[in-house]
């Protein structure tokens, strides 16, 4: 499998935004199968002592999220962001086909890999992804809608919201859904 969908949690949503998880699951959209899976939660000083700048507005949001989601962020074996980056590192390296073609979707064109690739130059990093390569889930939704299905509508989601991981599991649900509407396969031999 060489798509990977990446859920970022974090305190802002800006670039600069600290990140306090990250979910991540490579996927075929063409069969919507799921492959390795990534989770972790990051220690918010980590990411503020490395220059992350979090947002009041974001922060209210999150303390009116549900219970289960705010545990997800807020428990005693959270990764400093350097370990959580050099995780993910690790993870893509062990299961894409091809690093180099390796399709990085997030949702929106400048949210989760934006940040994402911040936090990888803030920490001294390298992108384990080609910027060419970022693929971004909200213009698959507009195709979807235009063609008469709304994910958000049409589909249930599975698990707590607000999880990074859950959430890149159904964001792969909708984007698969959506690609095999518009790139269908011949079943008919």
Known sequence: MNHL??????????PSAPIVAIGAVFFDPQTGELGA?????VNL??????????D????????KQSPEARAAICTDDTLPVAVALSELISFIGRNSENPRYLKVWGNGANFDNVILRTTYERAGYVCPWQFW???DVRTMVLLGR???????????????????LADARHQVKYVSAIWQRLLPTN???
């Open 187 to 189: 079943t008919e031999e």
């Open 56 to 63: 009041g507005d974001t922060i209210l949001w999150w303390m």
């Open 45 to 54: 000083s980590s990411a503020m002592d490395q220059g992350a700048i979090p």
């Open 5 to 14: 969908m990446i859920d970022l949690e974090t305190m802002g949503n800006k």
């Open 146 to 164: 235009q063609l008469g299905f709304d994910p958000k509508r049409d589909m249930p989601f599975e698990g707590v919201a607000h999880n990074a």
């Open 37 to 41: 899976e990534f989770y972790t939660a």
């Open 133 to 135: 390569n970022d693929s």
